[in-house]
């Protein structure tokens, strides 16, 4: 097919495809003009297509996301091949900056291969790496960059290294000393010299930057998994003689380091492992896209013996305020430390005691009893009299058949006590079990959902009742109630560091006073929740929320 706009129109798609491949994000935008003169003079060229996926770019780059699908969809409603892959490329670049950062990854996956161009590569590379680390998926962001590095051209590598150490500034201490021990323990023996050279330098970098966080909060736990993965090396720098004095030796009085929350986890038994993934889950992408900027390190232990012993760990490490209590015990143990150390902490989970009314303890979560009344008022209203608990407090979610062809749970002895309601305050996967026993059987029983298996209302497929908590759970995150509190105290905990100083270690006398300040700051801190219509405390120690029932037998999401 002969070019309609002749020699001038493929000279200028030349310049305007370098320029776009050179330009960041403000250069694209600045681009626009160019490109959509480009589409008005040589409308029947076939470079057109490209063209509007380079405009495409220039229009989410500058916030115009209609229009930039609108331009990619004409593209690939053409013909298959390159130009419309690219466009493929775009359109999981605009999921990834519209918050779909899951589907994108599916997106950008489907496309690994396709992508041969150089500088398209490079783009693809890219935006894959920006969405993975977007989304919280450490693995994969990190082989991803990994794979991006290995793969820009000498001309580009620059610009890609540059990208990756903003990437790598985003990541929390916890989280990149775990890439770093990943990064030295899956190394390919049948890699290439591109590759190689790009996991040298990504372990330099990230050995770096957490040879400083370690020495700059004074924090042994990280020097210590720096030092079992960093190469030999280190330990003749200076720096590395720090980090091994630093490893062996140590205050455990309390520090400020920036501004850092600390998240407890109890990891005991399978419950507390499912609630300490949500939590963390929430927290990790609630501080990554919602800090302006300003880091918030997030510093993560685990309850080895004692929560008094890791909550004193955390306060050497550096945190401000603490994250924790994901049961009644914990929840507890936490607060006696609060008030008794002076530290704030945001409580998952009430605890079996009243708190302080001006302490150091502020209650996020919620306990059971409140739960259990408002699904106890909707079944009195509905006439239901006797009800039946299943998981905690009632029976086991765990229990086995007793015969082959059994049910798991004993539906016909509920049934022959008359009970009309289920009570589920297992997890979802009780939930869907006992949902799923139902509907073999035809049974007839009202399920009642508290929060642990919230999530799962919309999709049992048997008459429910849901406990709601502001927008919860009409837009429940995937692994329900715990993310949502996760998500929230992250916002609310950055709300309040905002009242420290953003970076610098603080020991002494001067930690008292700021643990202080981040009290004061978290009592009046705001911030749009996932699971209570008030924006925070407002002046209170207990997270204000009105509780209601979400009511019909298979409401949508």
């Known amino acids: ?80 091949g390159a130009t419309r892959d690219f466009a493929r490329v775009g359109l999981a670049t605009l999921s990834a900056r519209e918050g779909k950062t899951k589907a994108s990854l599916v997106e950008f996956a489907q496309l690994e291969g396709r992508i041969v161009d150089l500088d398209e590569r490079f783009v693809y ?11 919280g998926e450490r693995v994969y962001a990190f082989q991803a960059l990994l794979a991006w590095l290995a793969q820009a051209p000498p001309d580009r590598l620059e610009r890609a290294r540059a990208t990756a150490k903003t990437l790598l500034a985003s990541v929390p201490a916890t989280e990149l000393a775990l890439a770093l021990r990943d990064l030295h323990a899956t190394k390919d023996r049948r890699t290439t010299a591109e590759m190689d050279s790009a996991r040298v330098w990504l372990t330099s970098t990230m050995v770096e930057r957490l040879t400083r966080l370690a020495l700059d909060r004074a924090d042994q736990d990280l020097a210590r998994r720096v030092l079992d993965v960093a190469p030999a090396a280190l330990r003749a720098t200076p720096e ?27 990891l005991g038994d399978a419950a507390r492992r499912r609630r300490g993934a949500a939590v963390s889950a929430g927290m990790t992408r609630a ?43 914990s929840a507890r143990s936490a607060s006696a430390f609060a008030e008794s ?18 302490g150091y303890t502020f209650v996020l979560g919620l306990g059971d009893v409140e739960v259990e009344r408002a699904l106890g008022d909707a079944f009195t209203a509905r006439g239901v009299q006797s009800v039946q608990r299943i998981g905690p407090g009632g029976f086991s979610c765990d229990s086995e058949t007793l015969a082959s062809g059994e049910p798991r749970f004993p539906l016909g002895e509920f049934r022959k006590r008359s009970v009309g309601a289920l009570v589920v ?52 995150p995937a692994a329900g109630w715990y993310e949502a509190l996760g998500h929230d105290a992250a916002l609310l905990a950055a709300r309040a560091l905002e009242a420290l100083p953003a970076d610098g ?44 029932v979400l009511e019909g037998g298979f409401p949508q999401r």
């Open 125 to 135: 590379g890219e935006e894959r790496t920006r969405a993975a680390f977007a989304a």
């Open 240 to 266: 590395g003689q720090s980090l091994v004095k630093l490893s062996t030796s140590g205050s455990k009085a309390p520090a400020i380091v920036g501004r850092a929350v600390g998240l407890l986890l109890d």
């Open 341 to 358: 150390h002076g530290i704030p902490v945001l409580l998952l989970r009430k605890p079996p005691v009243a708190v302080p009314s001006a």
């Open 425 to 476: 305050t297992g997890d979802a996967h009780c939930a869907r079990d006992l949902a799923l026993e139902i509907r073999a059987r035809k049974a007839s029983f009202l399920l009642g959902l508290a929060l642990e298996a919230s999530e799962t209302y919309a999709t049992l497929g048997v008459p429910s009742l849901v406990v709601t908590a502001g927008g919860y759970p009409a837009k429940a």
């Open 1 to 80: 097919m002969a070019l309609s706009s002749g020699v001038s129109a493929q000279s200028e798609f030349r310049e305007l495809r370098s320029r776009f491949f050179d330009a960041d994000a403000a250069g694209r935008i600045a681009l626009a003009t160019d490109l959509e003169a480009f589409i008005v003079r040589h409308p029947d060229d076939p470079r057109v297509f490209q063209v509007r996926v380079y405009l495409a770019w220039a229009c989410f780059e500058r916030g115009d996301r209609a229009r930039a699908r609108q331009l990619l969809d004409a593209v690939l409603e053409g013909p298959d």
């Open 287 to 329: 501080l990554g896209s919602a800090t302006g900027g300003k880091s918030v390190e997030l510093i993560v232990r685990t309850v080895s013996d004692r929560v008094e012993d890791e909550l004193s760990e955390l306060a050497s490490e550096g945190a401000s305020l603490f994250v924790a209590g994901t049961d009644d015990e």
């Open 505 to 548: 270690l603080v020991r002494g006398g001067s930690v008292e006073l700021l643990h202080e300040k981040a009290r004061d700051a978290l009592t009046v801190a705001e911030a749009e929740l996932w699971t209570s219509e008030a924006r925070g405390f407002a002046g209170a120690r207990v997270l204000p929320r009105k509780l209601g």
